[in-house]
């Protein structure tokens, strides 16, 4: 599987992504497991256009380890899950991404929200 860029994996619990998470921003998160062999499997993908602390701590039980990457805002963590999601096709997300309600943000990838 292709590296993500963001840090961890870390365990997906409060103490942990307390302790990992220093700053409130936005920003972009993949969940995941241990496989077998001890390499971090990828199961989804996401992005918090806020604050990636409280999206992470929502998503306690269901995964069992996590990255993250802190964005600049809202639109470059858009941005950075589209990469991912194009990049990993991860099994947990099986639609593209959307985009922040009233935005008419662009796809990097692809031209799913391309005019017609
Ligand atoms: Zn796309």
């Given at each position: 599987?292709?590296?993500?860029?963001?840090?961890?994996?870390?365990?997906?619990?409060f103490?942990?992504?307390?302790a990992?998470i220093?700053?409130?921003?936005?920003?972009v998160?993949?969940?995941?497991?241990?496989?077998?062999?001890?390499?971090?499997?990828?199961?989804?993908?996401?992005?918090a256009?806020?604050?990636?602390?409280?999206?992470?701590?929502?998503?306690?039980?269901?995964?069992?380890?996590?990255?993250f990457?802190?964005?600049?805002?809202?639109?470059?963590a858009?941005?950075?899950?589209?990469?991912?999601?194009?990049?990993?096709?991860?099994?947990?997300?099986?639609?593209?991404?959307?985009?922040?309600?009233?935005?008419?943000?662009?796809?990097?990838?692809?031209?799913?929200?391309?005019?017609?």
């Open positions: 599987m292709a590296k993500s860029g963001l840090l961890g994996p870390y365990k997906l619990n103490d942990t992504i307390d990992a220093t700053r409130s921003s936005a920003g998160y993949a969940l995941g497991y241990t496989s077998p062999e001890g390499r971090f499997c990828i199961n989804h993908v996401g992005r256009d806020t604050d990636v602390k409280t999206k992470l701590r929502n998503c306690i039980g269901s995964a069992t380890l996590f990255k990457g802190y964005t600049p805002n809202s639109k470059a858009f941005e950075r899950e589209c990469e991912l999601f194009h990049e990993l096709s991860p099994p947990g997300n099986r639609v593209h991404p959307g985009r922040a309600q009233g935005t008419n943000w662009a796809c990097p990838r692809c031209r799913i929200f391309a005019p017609r």
